[in-house]
């Protein structure tokens, strides 16, 4: 028997229908931008929740939300949540279902009488997304340190407006911060974004990692000329070579056991019918979890761009993401939540960055999570079921009593 | 000794430049779009310079401009020309060179009192480019049969306006028609456009013919997903297929001698990064000399098209152009001119559409090409030396006497 029995499966998912009503679209999705009108009432929705369970609101100097659940330990804290912000065309659960779950495993607490021996702290990170102001994982990356308040202050959209001054409009910012609390782990509670878990009818995922990303923008340049009066030993077309590059770049999976590797995007000029091609871009998204086998898979990369080729050939790097371990005793008090819940689960790694990822670095972080409708995410047709969803929440709530009070079966 | 000495060549480059000063760009190329003002312009400089001659000009009902010069028997006549509209970064040379060599033909003829045999006419056929109007080759078009007056008036350009309309505005067109003559050949003297003769340092290509053409787009169907949580194994992704199609189609030159093909445009959806691409279109530019090879290359893209794929592959044609082979003795004509000029020449394919080839289906008909300066064309840097224009001009001189007369030597 848990100390706590299971999480209000109805309350978290009448949540989740309410929060879903700010910013909703009329097609069924939800646009909450980060630092727009619709991103502030959803964490306004958050902290009046927060408000209402008697728990210590705190907003830091950049927007990221906290309440704080006083345990036996107050210096001491296990932290969950995740992000209310959505991309345009994004869904009710990406994001809000880490933190309305977590705000749900404290109202059961709450509502129990129950003292934790760490206290336990609801995060939700602001502009995770990453739409409107870049980078993604912002709010996590001011909070671990990685970004300064300048960084983040002076981050301007298209149109030159800086989240300082959205700040500023929105009174969305505070004060506060969380040094007086020793964090001692992180957990996330997130939908997968991918078609592994419903493929294979489990609720569960135990996340142990998160993928390194490596993307680059390749530039193939030859020459233009007429199709028809250009004999085929007379041309330099970009895109004959471009297409044997790829070529062979699309093959290095095949070669290299969990790589994920995508051209999403090839641009041809001057793209006419007739005319021979004189440059081609495209770009390369290299994902894997394992450090030195995403390196190898970049060396690979290179090694086909830097051939001998009758056109010229530049690359140049757009981003780059270490791999991520998540701390083992997070996983494993995910794993004892799921075991001990007798909920199937699975150890994988997570496709897709995630604020968690961004904690690892200052605390021992984990992820839980439960599957997609058809691997679907970031669009409006995103959907999971209300039984995955209390599946999640029940692990979240096992896992953060397991990490608070060493054990709690 | 020919009956009539060589052209005048300064004569003719003072034409060209003449020519080149209406609908000049500042960058040195020239802009004269069929049925705008500024290819009115050129047209009148034409038929002023007809007039000036003594020949009787003619003007048929889409603007197809015709100068006569009468012959010992009036009826039969033989046709020289090619058009003085040009694309929007046009050069001096393409068409204008055809229409002006044949008015300096004439003009030697009429300052010598020469008679020739059958009648000469001079022939500039309206649009000849199809830039703002399509198709192309429209005034031969016109002039063959191939399309009606109703086809060539309500032809609209991308605003809706009507070719019509535009020879009302510009009071462009005419009534006359050339039922009264006997056409016995068309010989029409062009720029190569491509880079044939440059390499081969020779002045003079004989042209037998005109490859055909035909023109398709792919779609490739499959499915969006995230970059990042999509499995390799579980993608349906567009860009993979396509660029294995393509890679397939890319290879046939090699299999097949005289096939021109290109792959000009490609264009992936969404063309996103991180996204898997959903649907990639490509074109297919295939051309050859003999029908029979480019049906077969027509159908080794089917084949591959047709294999078993992963994604929804669909094709349509674009676009069909016979082979055509000019007419021997029209093609010997102008072999025997050059022979006679003392002009090293070559009898060659043409890579580009022509008036001329549409003139065949009605006319004996060929073809004289000099050199193009890089196999540049279309572009504001086209460049014939005057050496070369005097060759041509000379050889289309010697072949229109030949015609005419039987034997010019």
């Given at each position: 028997m848990n100390k706590i029995s299971s999480i209000n499966a109805q309350r978290l998912n009448r949540r989740l229908e309410e929060l879903a009503r700010i910013g909703a679209r009329s097609d069924g999705g939800v646009c909450r931008l980060a630092f727009s009108d619709a991103d502030l009432k959803g964490r306004n929705y958050v902290a009046s929740a927060l408000g209402d369970l008697g728990l210590e609101v705190r907003i830091d100097a950049v927007g990221n939300l906290f309440g704080i659940l006083k345990g036996q330990s107050v210096r001491k804290a296990i932290m969950c949540g995740s992000h209310t912000d959505t991309v345009a065309t994004g869904g009710r659960y990406d994001g809000a279902l880490g933190v309305l779950a977590a705000l749900e495993c404290i109202e059961r607490m709450v509502e129990e009488g129950f003292s934790p021996a760490q206290s336990i702290v609801l995060a939700s990170f602001v502009n995770?997304?990453?739409?409107?102001?870049?980078?993604?994982m912002m709010g996590s990356l001011y909070h671990s340190g990685s970004l300064t308040l300048e960084d983040v202050l002076g981050a301007t959209d298209k149109d030159g407006v800086s989240i300082g001054s959205e700040l500023n409009r929105l009174s969305y910012?505070?004060?506060?911060?969380?040094?007086d609390l020793d964090i001692t782990a992180f957990v996330e509670l997130h939908i997968e974004q991918g078609p592994v878990l419903e493929d294979a009818h489990i609720p569960i995922g135990v996340v142990s990692g998160v993928q390194g990303l490596s993307w680059q923008e390749v530039t193939v340049s030859g020459k233009s000329n007429h199709a028809g009066t250009t004999p085929m030993d007379r041309r330099l077309d970009a895109g004959v070579v471009a297409n044997q590059l790829i070529h062979e770049i699309h093959a290095l999976p095949l070669a290299m056991d969990g790589l994920r590797l995508t051209i999403g995007s090839v641009t041809y000029h001057p793209s006419l019918i007739n005319v021979i091609p004189n440059k081609v871009t495209f770009t390369i998204d290299l994902r894997h979890p394992n450090p030195t086998q995403l390196e190898q898979a970049e060396r690979l990369v290179q090694g086909i761009l830097q051939a001998p080729q009758p056109c010229t050939v530049t690359s140049k790097p757009l981003a780059r993401v270490d791999p991520c371990s998540f701390a083992p005793n997070v996983v494993e008090a995910a794993q004892k939540a799921a075991k001990s819940a007798g909920y199937p689960f699975t150890t994988m790694i997570s496709g897709a960055g995630h604020d968690a990822q961004i904690l690892q670095s200052c605390y021992p972080s984990g992820m839980i999570f439960i599957p997609s409708k058809g691997g679907v995410s970031h669009d409006v047709s995103e959907y999971s079921s209300p039984d995955d969803i209390a599946a999640g929440a029940n692990v979240l709530l096992g896992a953060l009593l397991e990490l608070s009070e060493g054990s709690h079966l």
């Open positions: 995770e997304e990453g739409v409107r102001f870049m980078p993604d910012s505070g004060q506060d911060t969380l040094n």
